[in-house]
């Protein structure tokens, strides 16, 4: 049995920056705080818990006072740096480029819309970490829409500008952009596609990647946003795809009759975690 690690799975730039500076400040200082999963991948938190890494909540930031906190890849609203600020928290500002500068461009987005008596639409996962982020530059003024039957949220009666969650997918944008131009008529639609390219353009590789494997075993973890699209792409490919967190997770019967296996993950998927997947397939094949 061949079993092939996707070379274009794994961390996106973001995620690689954000562990970086928590890995660099962990040397420097030895106790760091994140303000919630640094990355939604259970196994990689853990080791940067071993480093000292401490993850910690909203509710906690009153006990961190000289402290130094992490701002994810996510990013955050502008009122969490406000808090940070008036209790003396030291901050690492690990906000993914991209993600930063989406929030300037919904700030602007929402501008215009104030002067026009129109909203801000913003496809994207409610709760989500870059979600709160986003919706925060605009006092959580943002209509946020996961799917079609969610236009109902929307008032087509007056101008919308519509952008998205960095993570979300292309196709499903596009899509939304064509009925909301459609439903709203006369009205000023502006679409603004603000999905990272690093990360949408993926989901044709990926594709690629599984329909040239006889199983798929997609390594993701349960929190990722992203690791649940991407392996909808790999089902959608490949009927033989299964998600695991970890390799204790793999069902020997899934390789049934597999002459090649392919490993792939989501954006928080580290490297080291498909390759102890990869080697303990070869170890039930052995």
Excluded at 210 to 215: E, F, N
Aim: glycine residues 8%; aromatic residues 6%; negative net charge.
């Amino acid at each position: 049995m061949e079993v092939i690690i996707d070379d274009n799975s794994g961390f996106c730039f973001g995620v690689v920056r954000a562990i970086g500076e928590a890995e660099s400040a962990l040397e420097r200082i030895g106790e760091v705080y994140s303000l919630g999963d640094i990355v939604h991948n259970r196994v990689e938190v853990q080791r940067l818990e071993k480093l000292g890494l401490h993850t910690v909540s909203h509710d906690d930031m009153s006990q961190l006072s000289g402290r130094t906190l992490l701002i994810r890849a996510h990013g955050e609203p502008p009122h969490t740096y406000r808090k940070a600020e008036e209790m003396g928290i030291i901050i690492i500002d690990a906000t993914c480029p991209v993600v930063a500068r989406l929030q300037r461009r919904l700030r602007e987005a929402y501008d215009k819309m104030q002067e026009v008596g129109g909203s801000v639409v913003l496809l994207g996962k409610r709760g989500h970490a870059e979600v709160i982020g986003l919706t925060g530059q605009a006092d959580d003024d943002v209509v946020v829409i996961e799917n079609e039957n969610d236009l109902s949220l929307v008032d087509f009666n007056r101008p919308i500008y519509f952008l998205s969650q960095t993570t979300q997918s292309i196709a499903l944008f596009n899509h939304l952009a064509e009925i909301i131009k459609s439903r709203a008529g006369e009205v000023s639609v502006t679409i603004d596609d603000t999905i990272c390219r690093r990360v949408a353009g993926r989901e044709a590789l990926l594709a690629d990647f599984s329909r040239s494997v006889d199983v798929v075993i997609f390594v993701c973890g349960r929190k990722s946003s992203n690791g649940r699209v991407l392996y909808e792409v790999c089902r959608n490919a490949n009927e033989r795809s299964y998600n695991v967190e970890e390799s204790i997770e793999i069902d020997p019967k899934w390789l049934e009759g597999a002459e090649r296996v392919g490993i792939c993950g989501a954006t928080s998927t580290p490297r080291w975690l498909m390759e102890e997947v990869a080697e303990a397939i070869k170890t039930m094949n052995a």
